[in-house]
C-alpha cells in the first residue's frame, strides 16, 4: 500500500506492507508521526467525518463533526445519519447534535453558533 503522509506539509510517501511473521512494515517516514500514521492506516484507518445538518425553519444549514474520528468504513453510515437530522437554533460550538452517531461512539457536534 502507497500513502502519502498528511501529518505536515512535507508529504513523505509512505510504503506499507506486511511482514513475513505479521508485522506491519512501514517504509518512507521522515519522523515517527510518519510511522504510527502508516500503521494506523494500514491495520484500522480512522476519519473525523464533516458535514451539514439541517436546521428547523432556517435556510442554512448547520455544519456538524464527529467528535473524534471513526472507522474509515463507517463514513458514509454517518453522513447517512447527516443527511437525516434537522436541529434547532440556537446551537453552540461544541453542542452535541446527536449521540453515537450511527453506532461509531463518536458524536455529531455543530462546529458554529446559530442564534
Ligand atoms: S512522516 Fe513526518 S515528516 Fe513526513 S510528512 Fe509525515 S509528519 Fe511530516
Redesign the pocket.
Known amino acids: 500500500m502507497e500513502l502519502i503522509?498528511v501529518?505536515?506539509p512535507?508529504?513523505?510517501r509512505l510504503s506499507v506492507e506486511k511482514g513475513e511473521n505479521g508485522e506491519v512494515k512501514v517504509s518512507g517516514?521522515?519522523?515517527p508521526?510518519?510511522l504510527k500514521?502508516g500503521e494506523t492506516e494500514f491495520l484500522d484507518p480512522v476519519r473525523t467525518v464533516t458535514g451539514l445538518v439541517r436546521l428547523a425553519g432556517m435556510r442554512r444549514p448547520l455544519p456538524v463533526k464527529t467528535s473524534e474520528p471513526v472507522p474509515k468504513a463507517r463514513m458514509y453510515d454517518v453522513l447517512a445519519v447527516m443527511r437525516q437530522t434537522t436541529t434547532r437554533p440556537p446551537v453552540s460550538i461544541g453542542d452535541t447534535i446527536v449521540e453515537n452517531v450511527a453506532g461509531t461512539g463518536a458524536s455529531l457536534v455543530a462546529t458554529a453558533n446559530i442564534v
Do not use: E, I
Open positions: 503522509c501529518n505536515c512535507r508529504g513523505c517516514y521522515g519522523c508521526r510518519g500514521y
